[in-house]
């Protein structure tokens, strides 16, 4: 089992950067499927990002891409979440989550394909 934490989030202006980092303080990291969701007020929570730390794999949701960057420390047991060229329509709380997977498993999308999730940071970007 995973216990997953997140920190990193604040107020920042639009065009600013953020790093969400998503700890965990259970068993490593090496066989999971780390994502990140967000879930602003009044909307259903959306897929963001997802590494599969094993082999570094990441998918993002077109809204981040090529904005955002998901990377994994296994050293440090944590998954970050590089977040440039900041907009309001970014602000949100954001959650990770992680799901085992086999070794033939598809890298999970859904938030319902989560089994373990963080408490959530908030971001709020201003114009």
């Known amino acids: 089992q995973v216990q997953l934490v997140e920190s990193g989030g604040g107020l920042v202006q639009a065009g600013d950067s953020l790093r969400l980092s998503c700890g965990n303080s259970?068993?490593?990291?090496?066989?999971?499927?780390v994502g990140w969701f967000r879930q602003a007020p009044g909307k259903e929570r959306e897929f963001v990002s997802v590494?599969?730390?094993?082999?570094?794999?990441?998918v993002y949701a077109d809204s981040v891409k090529g904005r955002f960057t998901i990377s994994g420390d296994n050293a440090k047991n944590t998954v970050y979440l590089q977040m440039n060229s900041l907009k309001p329509e970014d602000t949100a709380v954001y959650f990770c989550?992680?799901?085992?997977?086999?070794?033939?498993?598809?890298?999970?999308?859904?938030?319902?394909?989560?089994?373990?999730w963080g408490q959530g940071t908030q971001v709020t970007v201003s114009s």
């Open positions: 989550a992680a799901r085992l997977l086999g070794l033939f498993d598809a890298i999970p999308l859904h938030r319902y394909d989560y089994n373990d």
């Open positions: 590494i599969r730390l094993s082999a570094g794999s990441t």
């Open positions: 259970g068993r490593t990291f090496d066989r999971y499927a």
